[in-house]
C-alpha cells in the first residue's frame, strides 16, 4: 500500500492506469488468459470484454499502443455520454439549462475520478444514454443495437434490458390486443428479443470457457463480489453508529444515502417508466453485492445517470454567478473523494 501511494503522489499515469485498468489492458493486448482450477486467473472473466475490444481497435495504430488507445476509448466515450446526457435531459424536460446542468452534476458526481482512467464506465455509460434516448424517441432498433453493445462492456446492461422490456411490453400489448399489423409492432419486438443478446452472449462464453454453467456468477463469486441484498452497506452502517468508523466509510454511506435520496425524488419525475426501471435496477445492481469493495460503490452509481434530473431542476434557478463556482467546488470535491478512496480507503 505504502508503494502503491508514492506512486499516486508522483506519477499521474499510474493513477490513470491502476486498479482494474491492467486487467482491461491485458485483455486488450492478449485476450482472455484462461487455466482452469488457478483463481487469480479466472476471475479475469469479471472484465467484459467491449472495452478491451474497443482498445484493441486503435491500438494498431502506429504509435498508439494499448495505453494511448484506452485514453482514447475513455475520453472519446465520455464525451459521447456528455452529449447523450445533454439531448435525454432535453427530451424529457424540454429545458436547455436544466440538461446541461445535469450533464455537469453528472461529471462531478462522487467516484467520477473514473472518467480520467482506463476503466469502462465511460464507454458503458455512453451507450447507456444513447440508448434510453433512443427509447424516448421510439427509436426501437437503435436502442436494442446499443443495449447489445453494452451488454459486452458491463453487467449493468441488465438495467438497459429492463428498460428496454418496460418500454417495449406495452406497446406490444397494445398493438395485440388492437389486431394491428405487423408493420406497427415488429420493431419493439425485435428490440425486446435482440437486447439481451450481448450480456446474454458473454455470460455463455464465461460459462464455457470457466466450465461452470453459472460462470460469470461463479466468477463474480471467486472475486468477492457476489450479491448479499446490500448486507454489507447494513453493516457498514451498523458498525458506522455503533462505533468509531474510518473516515472513507462514513463518507461512502452518506454519497450512498444522498443516492437513495436522489433516486426516490426521480420517482415523482414524469419520465418514461423504462427509464425509472433503469435507474432502479442500476441502483441495485450497484448496492447489492458485497460485502466488499463498499468504497466502489459511487463508481457503480455513476450509470444511474438520471438521479441528476431533481437536482438539475432545483439548480437550474440558481444565477450563473452562483451555479459555476458550486459546480466547481463539486468537482474539486469529488476529485478529493476519490483519491482519498484510492490511496486511503483502498477502493478502486
Not at 41 to 61: C, E, H, R, S
Not at 141 to 158: D, M
Not at 180 to 187: F, K, S
Not at 197 to 207: P, T
Request: aromatic share 12%.
Amino acid at each position: 500500500r505504502g508503494r502503491f501511494a508514492t506512486h499516486l503522489h508522483y506519477s499521474l499515469w499510474h493513477l490513470i492506469s491502476s486498479w482494474d485498468s491492467a486487467s482491461y489492458l491485458t485483455i486488450a493486448a492478449h485476450g482472455y488468459t484462461y487455466v482452469p482450477g488457478n483463481l487469480r486467473l479466472d476471475v479475469i472473466f469479471a472484465w467484459f470484454p467491449g472495452y478491451p475490444a474497443a482498445i484493441d481497435t486503435l491500438a494498431w495504430l502506429p504509435g498508439t499502443g494499448t495505453d494511448r488507445a484506452a485514453l482514447t476509448v475513455t475520453v472519446a466515450a465520455g464525451l459521447a455520454a456528455a452529449c447523450g446526457l445533454a439531448r435525454l435531459g432535453l427530451a424529457l424536460t424540454g429545458d436547455r439549462r436544466v440538461s446541461l446542468i445535469m450533464v455537469a452534476l453528472w461529471a462531478v458526481a462522487p467516484g467520477s475520478l473514473v472518467w480520467d482512467m482506463l476503466y469502462s464506465e465511460a464507454l458503458f455509460c455512453a451507450l447507456a444514454v444513447w440508448a434510453l434516448a433512443a427509447l424516448v424517441e421510439r427509436r426501437w432498433l437503435t436502442a436494442a443495437s446499443l443495449t447489445i453493445l453494452a451488454g459486452t462492456v458491463r453487467s449493468t446492461a441488465v438495467a438497459l434490458v429492463a428498460a428496454v422490456a418496460v418500454a417495449a411490453l406495452p406497446v406490444l400489448i397494445r398493438a395485440i390486443r388492437a389486431r394491428e399489423p405487423a408493420g406497427g409492432w415488429w420493431r419493439p419486438a425485435a428490440a425486446l428479443l435482440a437486447a439481451p443478446l450481448g450480456l446474454v452472449g458473454y455470460w455463455a462464453y464465461s460459462a464455457w470457457a470457466t466450465h461452470h454453467l453459472a460462470g460469470f456468477l461463479w466468477v463474480e463469486k471467486n472475486a468477492h463480489n457476489n450479491f448479499d441484498f446490500g448486507k454489507g452497506i447494513f453493516l457498514a452502517a451498523r458498525t458506522a453508529i455503533m462505533s468509531t468508523p474510518t473516515a472513507f466509510v462514513v463518507l461512502t454511506l452518506l454519497v450512498i444515502a444522498a443516492a437513495v435520496t436522489l433516486a426516490g425524488c426521480s420517482l415523482a419525475e414524469r419520465i418514461p417508466w423504462g427509464l425509472h426501471a433503469y435507474t432502479l435496477v442500476v441502483m441495485i445492481l450497484a448496492l447489492g453485492p458485497g460485502p466488499n469493495y463498499l468504497g466502489s460503490k459511487p463508481r457503480f452509481l455513476l450509470p444511474a445517470m438520471l438521479l441528476t434530473l431533481p437536482l438539475a431542476r432545483l439548480l437550474a434557478r440558481v444565477p450563473n454567478w452562483l451555479l459555476v463556482p458550486l459546480i466547481a467546488v463539486f468537482a474539486a470535491a469529488s476529485t478529493w473523494f476519490g483519491l482519498y478512496l484510492m490511496s486511503v480507503g483502498w477502493a478502486p
